[in-house]
C-alpha cells in the first residue's frame, strides 16, 4: 500500500512543483508545495478508503484501517515531497552553474568584441582614409571623424550592458556603415526598413554592426558584383540577410560574431537567434528582446 501511495505521490509532485515553486520566491512556493501535496495525498487517502469499502462491500471500515490509510498517505506526502524537492534542488544548481558559466563566457564575449572594434587593423585602416580625406576634402574629413568617434563612444559605453534600444543601435549601425561605405564605395549596399527603424525593443549591444562585419568577411564583392545586406523585422526578429559569394580562400573564423550574440542571448531571453542558409542568401533572425521575453 505505501508502496503504491508514493509512487502516485511523486507522479503529481512534480507537476505541482513545478507550478508552485519558483526562484523567485522559493520559500513561499515550497509552504504552498508542502500543504498542497498533503491534501492532494489525504484526499486520494479519503477516495481509497471509500473505493474500498465499496470493492469489498463494506459499509464502513474500521477506524484502525481508515487510520492506517490515512498514515501511509502522510508519508508518501513525505517521501515524495522529499525526493520531488531533492530532485528540482539538484537541477536548480545545475542551472545556476550554467547561468555562472555563461555569464563568464558572455563577458569574455563582449570583451572579445571590444578587442575587435579597438583591433590596430581596423584603426589603421580608418586613420588611413582620414588622412586621405584630410588633404583631398576638409568637409568629408570632419564627417569621418565624427563619425568615428560615434563609433568608438558607442562601443566603449556600451560594452558592460546587456542590451540597449534598438532605434540606439541602428543610429551606431549608421555611423559604423558610413566609414565602410568611405572604405568600399558602391561594392557594398546596406539597406534599413522603415518598419524596423520605427520598432520598439532592445538587442544585445553591437550585435547588428557584428552580423553585418561577418557578412564583409566571409565574402567577395565589387563595385559590378556588391555585397547586399538588408536589415527588416519579422515575427518579433530583427532580420539581417546578405548575399552570398564565398571567398576562394575563406577566413578562418574568429568566432567572434554569431557565437558572441548567441551567448549573450541566452542569458538575456527564452528565445535564440536562427540562421538559414537559401537561394544565395544568409540570413540570420535576432529576436527583439521585449519584458515578455524575460518571463
Avoid: W
Avoid at 527588416?232 to 532580420?239: K, N
Avoid at 576562394?248 to 538559414?276: D, H, M, Q
Amino acid at each position: 500500500m505505501i508502496f503504491l501511495f508514493v509512487q502516485l505521490s511523486i507522479f503529481y509532485s512534480r507537476a505541482v512543483h513545478q507550478r508552485l515553486v519558483s526562484t523567485a520566491h522559493p520559500y513561499g512556493g515550497l509552504m504552498a508545495y508542502s500543504v498542497t501535496l498533503l491534501l492532494l495525498n489525504n484526499l486520494v487517502a479519503y477516495v481509497l478508503a471509500r473505493l474500498t469499502g465499496y470493492l469489498f462491500f463494506i459499509d464502513g471500515l474500521p477506524f484502525l484501517q481508515v487510520q492506517h490509510i490515512y498514515v501511509y498517505a502522510t508519508m508518501a506526502a513525505f517521501i515524495s515531497g522529499t525526493y520531488t524537492s531533492a530532485y528540482y534542488l539538484h537541477q536548480y544548481m545545475i542551472d545556476a552553474d550554467e547561468k555562472k558559466r555563461l555569464e563568464t563566457v558572455a563577458m569574455q564575449e563582449k570583451m572579445n568584441a571590444l578587442k575587435q572594434q579597438i583591433d590596430p587593423h581596423f584603426m589603421f585602416n580608418n586613420f588611413s582614409i582620414l588622412s586621405e580625406l584630410i588633404v583631398e576634402d576638409g568637409r568629408l574629413a570632419v564627417k569621418f571623424l565624427d563619425n568615428l568617434s560615434k563609433v568608438y563612444r558607442y562601443v566603449i559605453g556600451n560594452h558592460d550592458k546587456d542590451t540597449v534600444a534598438l532605434s540606439a543601435e541602428l543610429a551606431f549601425l549608421d555611423s559604423y556603415m558610413y566609414l565602410m561605405s568611405m572604405r568600399y564605395e558602391d561594392a557594398v549596399i546596406v539597406s534599413v526598413s522603415g518598419e524596423l527603424r520605427n520598432s520598439p525593443g532592445r538587442i544585445p549591444p553591437v550585435s547588428l554592426q557584428l552580423l553585418v562585419e561577418n557578412a564583409l568577411k566571409h565574402n567577395r564583392f565589387s563595385a559590378t558584383q556588391p555585397l547586399l545586406v538588408r536589415l527588416s523585422v519579422a515575427d518579433g526578429c530583427v532580420v539581417v540577410s546578405n548575399t552570398m559569394h564565398p571567398l576562394a580562400s575563406p577566413t578562418v573564423s574568429t568566432g567572434v560574431g554569431l557565437s558572441n550574440i548567441t551567448v549573450r542571448y541566452a542569458l538575456l531571453c527564452n528565445r535564440k537567434p536562427r540562421v538559414s542558409k537559401a537561394d544565395g542568401v544568409f540570413t540570420v533572425y535576432l529576436p527583439i528582446i521585449t519584458d515578455a521575453l524575460h518571463e
